[in-house]
């Protein structure tokens, strides 16, 4: 079955940077669509951003111009390059897919913004 595996979280300074990886196991082709969602404590989990089968993305308005998602269809992997993070930023962080009309899940990676 297909299966996510989320890296890259952790402890970053407020205007720091995190790239975070999620790389995809189970023979998945190309053709699927990438997301990534975050979730922080007692609040509704929140989509952040987009990437289609043909690598057009799209973003939450609170993440617009900070944050970029990427993929690399070589190697199974959606990324997303975190700019200028903020402390509202903190929470957990995850990968989503849509392929073959099911959508998959990671495990969740923290990420904190603190200083």
């Known amino acids: 079955q297909v299966h996510l595996v989320e890296s890259g979280g952790g402890l970053v300074q407020p205007g720091g940077s995190l790239r975070l990886s999620c790389t995809i196991s189970g023979r998945v082709s190309g053709f699927y669509v990438g997301n990534w969602y975050r979730q922080a404590p007692g609040n509704q989990r929140e989509w952040v951003a987009r990437?289609?089968?043909?690598?057009?993305?799209g973003y939450a308005d609170s993440v617009k111009g900070r944050f970029t998602i990427s993929r690399d269809n070589a190697k199974n992997t959606v990324y997303l390059q975190m700019n200028s993070l903020k402390p509202e930023d903190t929470a957990v962080y995850y990968c989503?897919?849509?392929?073959?009309?099911?959508?998959?899940w990671g495990q969740g990676t923290q990420v904190t913004v603190s200083s």
């Open positions: 990437i289609s089968t043909v690598g057009s993305p």
């Open positions: 989503n897919i849509w392929y073959r009309g099911n959508d998959y």
